[in-house]
């Protein structure tokens, strides 16, 4: 007792707020507070707040046989005391727009109408707005998001880590072209209103993209933002090139804006946040130096590698202090594979920006989560952030893919 009271007093004087749990602590800037508002539901993937304040969790795997539930707080007392579940499927995207909750399988689309008192309407017969999508198990979920003009946009994750003749077998070369990016590796655009479309009835909005979980339309600029999975096994099938040290923080992790046929170089090259630079993976002749794919876009945003990207956010809210507007909350779910070095991630960062540019460094937002301050063995971990979601009142949500908790973030005027 006398320990967890010198932590909570160490913290309040770094100017940290905190929300004790059986498990963690987490540490926010002065002035936030953090409480739980779900937990024990599981594997809850992305998460959407509707404008009633409700709260709609994805899960990844089924908990009594549904994968989407629902928590409402009936009379506002900051409980949420009912719970509604559906959806007899897995996948990770959730989002509203336009009076419809979208959700998303590893294969298919779905939307509910929702009625006037905001429940969704025959939550058992949804309609099917996009199906047949590729699902090889690897990097298969399908985030979502919606722009203002009926459009949906699906991540389709390619199922390999650099498009090797031989997945993962060290001295394989890489195929190019690349066939996986006819039908993976970039993010489709379908009609957010139109049934049954597949992969015919789709763009290709953008390539080159290896995993891309964290996607959000950003209203200030009006364009589609991304945050993208790096490639894995630099150093471990390439020591001659990449050291311990340089195959734990490489290739970067990556935030992109992407336009209609942009490409984002998968598998060609990774990008280096230390060189600032497109360098050609060593499986078409790159040696840790060369670039690579000069046609293909350059990143917003850099970050150290192997920490999973799986969500993002653009704040649009008013509760949160001025710097945080229009700047993007990235929930990172954290490494599995920085050994030896340290795990890194479990944390929820912040990038500031204006006008869709970043305006300064990403900082640590929301930190904790996994329970432990170094993380050597993921066994260990407690919770790993997943979605990330805005309140109407301007309050931010994070969801945890480990023991199914959803967090909520205020700030304290």
């Known amino acids: 007792m006398k320990l967890s009271f010198l932590l909570f007093s160490t913290l309040a004087a770094f100017g940290v707020a905190s929300a004790q749990s059986p498990a ?37 795997k089924l908990n009594k046989g549904k994968g989407i539930y629902r928590l ?32 998303s399988s590893n294969t298919d689309v779905y939307r509910y109408k929702l009625d006037q008192q905001q429940n ?22 399908k985030s979502i998001a919606l722009d203002n003009a009926g459009n949906i946009y699906v991540n389709i994750g390619a199922p390999s880590n650099a498009c090797q003749e031989q997945d993962r077998k060290q001295g394989s070369p890489g195929m190019n072209p690349c066939p996986i990016l006819e039908t993976a590796g970039g993010i489709w655009q379908f009609r957010a209103d139109q049934l049954n479309q597949s992969y015919k009835e789709g763009i290709r909005y953008a390539t080159g993209i290896r995993n891309c979980v964290g996607l959000d339309w950003n209203n200030e600029v009006n364009e589609l933002f991304i ?40 598998p060609y090259v990774h990008w280096d946040h230390f060189q600032n630079k497109k360098i050609l993976n060593p499986e078409y002749g790159g040696d840790g130096k060369k670039t690579g794919a000069e046609k293909a876009i350059d990143p917003l945003v850099g970050f150290p590698g192997h920490m999973a990207p799986n969500a993002l956010l653009f704040y649009t809210g008013n509760q949160f202090p001025e ?6 909350f990235i929930a990172f779910h954290g490494s599995w594979n920085r050994a030896p070095e340290n795990q890194e991630g479990f ?26 301050d170094k993380v050597t063995n993921l066994s260990a971990v407690k919770h790993r952030p ?28």
Request: glycine letters at 12%.
């Open 347 to 372: 944390y929820v960062v912040f990038v500031p920006m204006k006008n869709g540019k970043p305006t300064g460094k990403w900082e640590v937002f929301a930190d904790g989560f996994s329970g432990v």
């Open 323 to 328: 710097k945080y507007k229009h700047g993007a």
């Open 72 to 103: 409402r707080d009936t009379n506002k007392d900051g409980i949420m005391d009912d719970t509604l579940a559906f959806g007899n499927y897995i996948g990770t995207g959730i989002a509203i727009k336009n009076g419809y909750l979208y959700a």
């Open 24 to 60: 963690v602590s987490i540490k926010v800037p002065a002035g936030f507070a953090v409480a739980s508002v779900a937990k024990d539901f599981g594997r809850v993937r992305h998460i959407a707040v509707n404008s009633n304040g409700d709260v709609y969790m994805k899960l990844e």
């Open 227 to 266: 945050t993208v999975h790096g490639r894995d096994m630099l150093y471990q099938f390439y020591p001659e090139m990449y050291d311990q040290k340089k195959g734990a923080e490489l290739p970067s992790e990556t935030m992109y804006m992407v336009k209609k046929g942009d490409d984002c170089g998968w």
């Open 120 to 141: 969704p309407v025959n939550p058992d017969q949804p309609e099917t707005i996009v199906t047949g999508l590729v699902d090889k198990r690897q990097h298969a979920s």
């Open 386 to 413: 997943c979605g990330l979601a805005q309140g109407p009142d301007g309050s931010l949500y994070v969801s945890d893919d480990n023991k199914g908790y959803v967090w909520k973030i205020n700030y304290n005027k």
